[in-house]
Nanobody
């Protein structure tokens, strides 16, 4: 089982990035998938999530209207489209997969996003 994030980098304030989370060893459509982030000196926080059943999404208030989580079942990949980026979005972004019935929780290695002012 593996989650591999990609797409991070350095971008100017107001710019966009798209993060990808490619899964292997399990099917993302059967798991609740989420993106978290952790800035230096801060706790890891939930950014966006999409449910296995129904594909319902939810977002942190700080990213609503700017970030979009989506899932491509054919590619077994989850994405996070990030627009209108701000310096406070700077963090390591992690992909998470959680079995909706509990007990199984997978994490990726993280990808750095840095937004310059």
């Amino acid at each position: 089982v593996q989650l591999v994030e990609s797409g991070g980098g350095l971008v100017q304030s107001g710019g966009s990035l798209r993060l990808s989370c490619a899964a292997s060893g399990f099917t993302v459509s059967r798991y609740d998938m989420s993106w978290y982030r952790q800035a230096p000196g801060k706790e890891r926080e939930l950014v966006a999530a999409i449910t296995s059943a129904g594909g319902r999404t939810n977002y942190a208030d700080s990213v609503k209207g700017r970030f979009t989580i989506s899932r491509d079942n054919a590619k077994n990949t989850v994405y996070l489209q990030m627009n209108s980026l701000k310096p406070e979005d700077t963090a390591v972004y992690y992909c998470n997969a959680r079995w909706p019935y509990g007990l199984i929780d997978y994490w990726g290695q993280g990808t750095q996003v840095t937004v310059s002012s």
